[in-house]
């Protein structure tokens, strides 16, 4: 099955600057690739997604970038607010299909004022 | 707008006890699924399903079962709970690709 790994498990970042976070999938029939942000208390939410069609996409402060190649894709938030601090999940679907998704680990986004 | 539900926010059973989550989802979608999430390990994937009465094991299906009667409803039973199913746990639905979650029950188990 997929095998998706996320990068790094924490991140701490004052408000202004850029946040990274990297995943990693096995599957190379994975076609779609969403990113859910989950606040505290909160359910997930899609927040972006891309298909791999596309190298990018952006939607206002995020944008997410994807490598078919290197199998690795990434979220991009700029100019941090307090209200991005959440927990973020990246996924892809362990086939070329898109019911199912292989969430990784979580990142836990912590923008400080 | 896409409205899951979950039968209850918080929840305590003892161990043995049969546990039923229920969760509704009024979109009509066809695809349902139930996830644990515990801390440092995200979202694990229990059961899914496409359609009414039909049900396909996720990653970590070991001590529960589901069940779909109805499109809407999708729910997942701890035969016999154990300390170690104690979780919050996600239910979700979609029609195509984005998946809508509900709002989670934490369950403890004691």
């Known amino acids: 099955g997929e095998n998706v790994e996320q990068h790094p498990s924490t991140l701490s970042v004052q408000e202004g600057d850029s946040a990274v976070i990297k995943c990693t999938y096995s599957?190379?029939?994975?076609?779609?690739f969403p990113w859910y942000k989950q606040e505290l208390g909160k359910r997930p939410q899609l927040i972006i997604d891309?298909?791999?069609?596309?190298g990018e996409k952006k939607d206002q402060r995020i944008a997410v970038t994807l490598n078919k190649t290197a199998k690795h894709f990434s979220l991009h938030i700029t100019e941090t607010q307090p209200e991005d601090s959440a927990v973020y999940f990246c996924?892809?679907?362990?086939?070329?299909?898109?019911?199912?998704?292989?969430f990784g680990k979580g990142t836990m986004l912590l923008v400080s004022p | 707008d896409v409205k899951v539900t979950q039968s209850s926010r918080y929840l305590v059973k003892r161990t043995g006890e049969k546990v039923f989550l229920e969760c509704v989802q009024d979109?009509?979608?066809?695809?349902m699924f139930w996830y644990r999430q515990d801390p440092g390990l995200g979202l694990r994937l229990i059961y899914f399903?496409?359609?009414?009465?039909?049900?396909e094991k996720g990653d970590i299906p070991e001590g529960y079962s589901v069940s779909r009667e109805k499109k809407e409803r999708f729910s997942l039973i701890l035969e016999s709970a154990s300390t170690n199913q104690t979780s919050m746990y996600l239910c979700?639905?979609?029609?195509?690709?984005?998946?809508?979650f509900g709002p989670g029950t934490r369950l403890t188990v004691t």
């Open positions: 979109m009509d979608h066809e695809n």
């Open positions: 996924a892809a679907p362990p086939n070329s299909g898109y019911s199912t998704l292989t």
């Open positions: 891309i298909r791999s069609n596309v």
């Open positions: 399903s496409y359609d009414v009465k039909m049900k």
């Open positions: 599957d190379s029939a994975s076609n779609y």
């Open positions: 979700a639905s979609s029609e195509v690709a984005e998946q809508y």
